[in-house]
Each structure stands twice: as C-alpha cells, then as structure tokens.
C-alpha cells in the first residue's frame, strides 16, 4: 500500500494480483453494502473502470484507492480481497501501452518528444481548462 498527502488529505492506493473475488467484491459495490467505502478498479483498463463500476466479475488485477483512509480501513480492505498485495510500480509495467495511446489518441510521433505521462496529463489539463 501507498499513501500519498493531496490538499491536506490523503490518498491511500493498493494493487492486486490474482484476485479470485472480484464477483463478491462488484456485488458488494454495486449494492453499497462495502465496508470501508473503497473504489475498485480494474488496474488494466482504468479509464473503462471508471466510466464502469469498477471491476468486472471476471477482473483478476486490481487497484483499490480510498481518500482519507486510516491505516486500520486499508487493512480491512486487504482482508476483502482474496488476491495477493503487489508493488505499485508494477502497474506501469503492466499497463497496456497501446490501449493508452488509443484511448488518448497519443502519436508515435508525439512520444519521440514527449513521454505518455506528460501527454495524458497535457490532455487533462486541456479538457479542465475547456
């Protein structure tokens, strides 16, 4: 689990592997019945995640984020999970490159000069300024 200070609160983030609950986990969401409240994300295709509810029945590599969340709900929440707790870094290298510059609709061209981090952030900063 990471932890990261935003604006005075914090930002708790966890990932997954080989989540053999997901199904459990949605019906939990999609009922409103989680304890903690906690977003689950299917760490492959975030951006569909979130347009979604989170994880599908059949998601196997999850995230999990929670604002403000104290060290003793992080732990709870690692307990609804039947998968194993992996290092953060490794959703970098596992994201689907090519999915990302689809979604972004990133050029080859434009990463000879710039990396996917800046053009994501570029075009999100462009879409809030709009």
């Known amino acids: ?21 997901s199904k459990e986990l949605l019906d939990l969401m999609q009922a409103g019945t989680l304890e903690p409240e906690v977003a689950f994300l299917n760490a492959s295709l975030i951006t569909e995640s979130l347009k979604r509810c ?15 969340a104290s060290l003793e709900e992080m732990k ?5 999970i039947n998968g194993k707790e992996i290092d953060l870094d490794e959703l970098k290298e596992r994201a689907n490159q090519a999915q990302i510059q689809k979604h972004y609709k990133i050029s080859g061209l434009e990463l000879g000069i710039s990396s996917i981090a800046d053009a994501i952030t570029c075009r999100i900063a462009a879409r809030d300024a709009l």
Do not use: C, H, P, W
């Open 76 to 80: 709870a929440v690692e307990k609804l």
């Open 1 to 21: 689990m990471k932890l990261f200070e935003l604006d005075g609160t914090t930002l708790s983030l966890a990932l997954f592997n080989d989540v053999a609950n």
């Open 54 to 68: 989170g994880i599908s029945e059949s998601s196997t590599y999850v995230l999990v984020a929670r604002f403000g």
